[in-house]
């Protein structure tokens, strides 16, 4: 894939100038220094001014060169099969799961780690629009989403833009419906999601949460050691969706 996005890359980033050419020559001698540029604004946690010193160009030739770049990766992307958001197969599903049960031998049956986004916009000047946007339990103005990655870290399921009043629950209900449908998913296998995340009766196996707020209390009493030490162990692989949301918040 790595070797694939570069080569792909080369052929939509096109210089203005060079040899044969009129124009100055690029500050940027190479189309691999173009595309760590891209990428490095994409996923590194630091400001364009600082990306400047760290390729030696000052921030006309960066905010040019960016938008060149930008253009040129969208354009890869589209090409690359292994760049499609696809849901996996049942042989895939199988495999992460036993990928992830090697790691938490308590967990049977999961491939994927679900959760929801929320990121604040601007207030919107029509009344109707804005109420739509406005999330009353966080009392601000968000736009709202959910995805769904893979053991692998890939993104394999996602929805996002949907208004901001909108719970997990409605931004997730195409991908439940799928979690549900025996022939997209493998029997007896799903994903986790946080405590948070509504699950109806029909999903539960399909989409596991951690203990919530009163669970504990309404078990049986010999069962509480078994609950506690299960829902400790979604915990511990919910991590990898929280560092992945993480990653995926400056992209957006």
């Known amino acids: 894939m790595r070797h694939d996005l570069l080569r792909v890359f080369t052929k939509h980033y096109t210089w203005k100038s060079g040899k044969g ?23 590194a946690a630091c400001e364009s001014n600082t990306l400047c010193e760290m390729f030696g160009i000052p921030p006309s030739t960066f905010s040019s060169t960016l938008a060149k770049a930008e253009a040129a990766l969208e354009c890869t992307l589209k090409e690359i099969p292994d760049a499609r958001v696809r849901y996996p197969t049942k042989p895939v599903q199988r495999q992460w799961a036993s990928q992830i049960m090697a790691r938490e031998p308590l967990v049977h049956g999961v491939w994927g780690f679900l959760d929801g986004k929320n990121y604040h916009v601007k207030s919107p000047s029509c009344a109707d629009l804005q109420n739509a946007m406005y999330n009353g339990w966080l009392h601000s103005t968000y736009v709202t ?32 419906m799928k979690l549900l449908d025996g022939k997209p998913t493998a029997a007896g296998h799903g994903v986790v999601a946080d405590s948070a995340f509504p699950v109806r009766d029909d999903l539960r196996g399909k989409i596991r949460t951690p203990l919530k707020d009163g669970d504990l209390d309404r078990a049986s009493p010999s069962c509480h050691i078994g609950l506690v030490m299960m829902s400790n162990a979604i915990t511990s692989l919910r991590q990898a969706a929280e560092w992945g949301m993480g990653a995926v918040e400056k992209v957006y």
């Open 21 to 43: 050419k009129s124009g100055r020559p690029a500050k940027l001698t190479y189309k691999h220094q173009a595309l760590a540029l891209v990428l490095h604004f994409y996923t």
């Open 145 to 176: 989403g959910t995805l769904l990655f893979g053991a692998d870290g890939t993104i394999v399921w996602c929805r996002h833009n949907y208004a901001g009043s909108w719970n997990d629950g409605d931004t997730s209900y195409s991908l439940q």
